[in-house]
């Protein structure tokens, strides 16, 4: 009933930028909450950022001052802005939406397939 599409990733060189997208589409009524996760081969996924409501904001403390989430309401889709990358970022980054659907009355957490990002040193 409701995917939600990554775009964006790749390889880039230490200190490089890169842009993610995540694209929700089915029987939505309202997007609560959008954002990303990422996991690193042989760790926990984490939280990277996320959006709550209009300007509720919350970063992991290792991207902060680095990457910008933003979401675009009208579309449903949220955005990772990546500057100044680092090895230590490589990971698969996963969008995740907290989501009710025409059918429901409470949020559920849908989660996009994942997007390689490789920072080379």
């Known amino acids: 009933q409701v995917q939600l599409v990554e775009s964006g990733g790749g390889l880039v060189q230490d200190g490089g930028s890169l842009r993610l997208s995540c694209v929700a589409s089915g029987s939505i009524r309202s997007i609560v909450a959008m954002g990303w996760f990422r996991q690193a081969p042989g760790k926990q996924r984490e939280l990277v950022a996320g959006?709550?409501?209009?300007?509720?904001?919350n970063y992991a403390g290792s991207v902060e001052g680095r990457f910008t989430v933003s979401r675009d309401n009208a579309k449903n889709t949220v955005y990772l802005q990546m500057n100044s990358l680092e090895p230590a970022d490589t990971a698969v980054y996963y969008c995740?939406?907290?989501?009710?659907?025409?059918?429901?009355?409470?949020?559920?957490?849908?989660w996009g397939q994942g997007t390689q990002v490789t920072v080379s040193s």
């Open positions: 959006i709550r409501g209009a300007d509720n904001f």
């Open positions: 995740y939406g907290d989501i009710v659907l025409h059918s429901t009355w409470h949020p559920a957490r849908y």
